[in-house]
């Protein structure tokens, strides 16, 4: 059942609230769930929260009202339980209907910023939702399904792939789920004004930031925070970039929305197709003077120096898929043997966990097409 965007007035006991979407105030709602009693609702409202986004499908039957003596919950309702790692096999199906998704939202997104309507964001928010909720379970499957996923649009595939990194990112730096999920929505519309003006797709960012940010004005419901980091994720530390500001006056999400941002447009098949370690390499020149360290060292920890959906070639001549990152040990991620480029045939299919071996070691990343393959074939 898809997400429903309420006013806070239409708020019932027992619905199960994704996000703020329209506030007033300072209020930080640090984690979605369940809104389980009328006084929790008043708080909401006289803390200035406006409209919310609410899962239908999560819906409990309200709960009695609290006695006197006991204390409402100053944030929406008691937090999930932190989620169990899914099955790769699992989560596949739920996270592929994510990302098809993403990629009809995101293609709506585009189609009314063309067409100088308002974005819905609406969708965008149950997008960002869909991605958070995928990364909790398993990440590894949506970050190989970003990579082996057909470039059909550039513009496109590239903001639905920000989203994605981001997601995982977000995550694996524990950030409260509010602000994952508006870190989701601005990578999700940090280019649309590409799509507005066509001329700017080729050219550097920084030509784009001040016709997307005209075009989100349409929507008085983004929250400011999108638009800041949209503003600043072309700045540089050393104040190169674009505004020319230094260091602190860069805001953390857009420093984060800058890496991923940098990092997807050298791994695209569609820009310079650079291997993930040649890209990783490269951004951990541009520190400390333009990207923080620390953010990019956790950033790559996070998707892996061989990120899920890479294709590897073993020091035995075996080539295999990474499926799953091993933040601990980078570079002996879980793969998937499928094909001997030495003696050029294909083998018996086998998972195996590089860090609990000996024997096999990646050499380095490969490119199917010299071999004439289609990596989704082997999944």
């Known amino acids: 059942?898809?997400?429903?965007?309420?006013?806070?007035?239409?708020l019932q006991p027992g619905s199960y609230v994704v996000e703020v979407v329209e506030q007033r105030g300072d209020i930080s709602v640090k984690h979605a769930g369940w809104v389980r009693s009328v006084q929790a609702i008043a708080q909401l409202q006289a803390k200035g929260v406006l409209?919310?986004?609410?899962?239908?499908?999560?819906?409990?039957?309200?709960?009695?009202?609290?006695?006197?003596?006991?204390?409402?919950?100053?944030?929406?309702?008691?937090?999930?339980?932190?989620?169990?790692?899914?099955?790769f096999a699992d989560e596949w199906p739920r996270a592929e209907k994510a990302l098809m998704q993403s990629q009809r939202v995101q293609q709506l997104v585009l189609d009314a910023t063309r067409n100088q309507q308002p974005i819905d964001l609406s969708l965008v928010h149950e997008v960002s939702a869909g991605l958070s909720d995928s990364v909790?379970?398993?990440?590894?499957?949506?970050?190989?399904?970003?990579?082996?996923?057909?470039?059909?649009d550039?513009?496109?595939?590239?903001?639905?792939?920000?989203?994605v990194y981001i997601a995982a990112y977000a995550k694996f730096i524990n950030l409260p789920s509010d602000r994952s999920k508006t870190l989701i929505t601005a990578?999700?519309?940090?280019?649309?004004?590409?799509?507005?003006?066509?001329?700017?797709?080729?050219?550097?960012?920084?030509?784009?930031?001040?016709?997307?940010?005209?075009?989100?004005?349409?929507?008085?419901?983004?929250?400011?925070?999108?638009?800041?980091w949209i503003s600043q994720h072309c700045a540089l530390l050393d104040g190169s970039g674009s505004p020319s500001i230094k260091g602190n006056q860069i805001a953390k999400g857009s420093q984060m929305l800058a890496i991923v941002n940098q990092y997807e447009k050298l791994t695209n098949p569609a820009n310079s197709n650079q291997s993930p370690l040649a890209a990783s390499r490269y951004l951990l020149s541009l520190t400390p003077l333009q990207l923080d360290t620390e953010l990019l060292q956790l950033f790559i920890k996070c998707i892996g120096v061989y990120p899920p959906g890479t294709v590897v070639k073993l020091t035995t001549g075996k080539l295999a898929l990474v499926l799953e990152n091993n933040p601990k040990k980078p570079t002996q991620p879980?793969?998937?043997?499928?094909?001997?480029?030495?003696?050029?045939?294909?083998?018996?299919?086998?998972?195996?966990d590089l860090s609990r071996q000996q024997?096999?070691?990646i050499e380095g990343c490969v490119d199917l097409k010299k071999y004439g393959l289609d990596v989704r074939n082997y999944l």
């Open 359 to 361: 024997e096999e070691h």
């Open 154 to 163: 550039s513009l496109l595939q590239h903001s639905v792939n920000c989203a």
């Open 51 to 87: 409209t919310v986004l609410v899962d239908p499908s999560r819906f409990l039957e309200a709960e009695k009202p609290a006695a006197s003596s006991e204390k409402t919950p100053a944030d929406i309702a008691e937090p999930d339980a932190p989620p169990v790692r899914h099955l």
């Open 136 to 152: 909790s379970r398993n990440q590894d499957v949506l970050l190989c399904l970003t990579r082996i996923a057909e470039q059909s």
């Open 1 to 10: 059942m898809a997400y429903q965007k309420i006013p806070v007035t239409e």
């Open 187 to 228: 990578a999700l519309l940090h280019d649309v004004g590409k799509a507005l003006k066509p001329e700017l797709i080729h050219q550097p960012d920084s030509a784009a930031i001040g016709t997307s940010l005209a075009a989100l004005q349409r929507n008085k419901d983004l929250a400011g925070q999108v638009s800041l």
């Open 334 to 352: 879980k793969v998937k043997l499928f094909y001997h480029s030495v003696h050029q045939h294909h083998i018996i299919p086998k998972v195996m």
